[in-house]
């Protein structure tokens, strides 16, 4: 038996975004670049790609740019917006609980003489927004927020960081990879002038996702070559990628509240469950302004990476939030940033479930879980 509990790590494709991209791997093929009839063709699929997604996401056709990860998009936005906008100040703002591929991108930044400070989030992984507006320098040129984070589920203010962005004339980029379909998406709302997605935290395919650009903004490339996507992202379109995430999303806000419903009863039947069976736990953030498919929880005395481990033999999947390898086990910067007590540290799991999940799955899930961490806490040396 296999039981997939990390759907905030990658989602199974939907069958119905496979059968729509199976096309594009076969008579579909022409290179979307090409002048001829077969290359125009998939052309005119790109933009009208373009068009549902920017409907969905309430924002502009134009303004997509698309990628092969949320990765390369948060590269491009971060590094491609701080480099061509060097004139106008060599500050920016990260909050402090952002994807590596964000803390990456800044960090490299520091080498080209650029500078930013982290935004702290309070004991629930929600950015201070007091402290937000005091970082704000007269140089500031960005502020990159997350939606939703990928360890705890934290949802962020958007529309008021939007807001104090704006009245600061300050740039605004949201990394809303794993904001599908938790949150309505709203570009003009939220105030966003750059956002990020994957295609396959949503039951789309693996190696596609976007950067949305707000084209009134100078950006500077990262892959550049043959001038696609205005010059702003080099490289043959990957048709099937880019076909797949347009109908994965259009499936996602069709069908978002029986799947929010069913993946909230779920989690929380889970949560009162193990709870009930398992003591000496704590939750990592809040229950309510948290994504209804997401659990964080903390098992005092015992390493995340055990219970995984223990639990992938028995065929059950999670994450830790933790970036660990047997040379180096690292406390999660997330975590680390919500100020948890030390003696908790090291010990969290991520629960996140998703549209294959059942209650059967549960009940499974929940007394391997409990025998687990009954047969680890024997042996731990901390408790
Ligand atoms: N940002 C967040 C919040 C994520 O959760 C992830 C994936 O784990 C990424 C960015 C990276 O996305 P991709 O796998 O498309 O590179």
Redesign the pocket.
Known sequence: MQIYLDN???TKIDKRVLKKMMPYFDTKYGNASSIHFMGQENDIKINQCKKDIAKILHGQADNIIF????????NLIIKGVMRANSDKGKHFLISAI?????LASARELLDEGFRFDYIPVDKNGVVLLEELKKKIKPDTVLISV?A???EVGSIQPMEEIGKIARSKGVYFHT????AVPYLKINIKKWGVDFL??????FYGP????LAYVNKDVKIRPIIVGGGQENGLRAGTYNMAGIVGMTEALKLAYAERSEYLKKVKELRDYFWKEVAKKIKNIRLNGDLKNRVPNNLNIMFEGIEGEAILIDLSVSGIYVSTGSACSAQNLKVSSVITAMGIDKKYMNSNVRFSWGRYNNKKEVDYVVAKLAKTVERLRKFSPIR
């Open positions: 905030a790590a990658t990628t092969s990860t949320a990765t390369e998009a948060n952002e994807h590596p591929c964000v997350m939703v984070n990928n990394d809303a990879v794993q990020s997605l994957s295609a396959h935290k693996q190696g596609v996702g």
